[in-house]
């Protein structure tokens, strides 16, 4: 059985990428869940690695921190091909 994506390294680093853009934009967790609709704690949660992102709310979170479809899939298989 292959383990969940959600405990592999490029998960990990995706997800520290996406922290890493939130916070270049001077956002707090609490003002980009606002733009998104979402708890705080789900953005917690992803940030921490406790909760997966579905392709919509992906889509939806890297377009709140300013990137296009195309670039957010990019940095999904980018950081899957260097881990």
């Known amino acids: 059985m292959a383990a969940k994506t959600i405990y592999t390294a490029a998960h990990r680093k995706l997800v520290a990428r996406l922290r890493a853009l939130r ?44 990137l296009t479809p195309e670039q957010a899939i990019y940095l999904a298989v980018s950081r899957q091909r260097s881990a």
């Open 23 to 66: 916070e270049d934009a001077g956002l707090s967790q609490s003002d980009l869940a606002k733009v998104l609709g979402w708890p705080q704690q789900r953005l917690s949660a992803v940030e921490a690695g406790a909760r997966r992102l579905d392709v919509i709310e992906f889509l939806s979170l890297t377009e709140a921190l300013g």
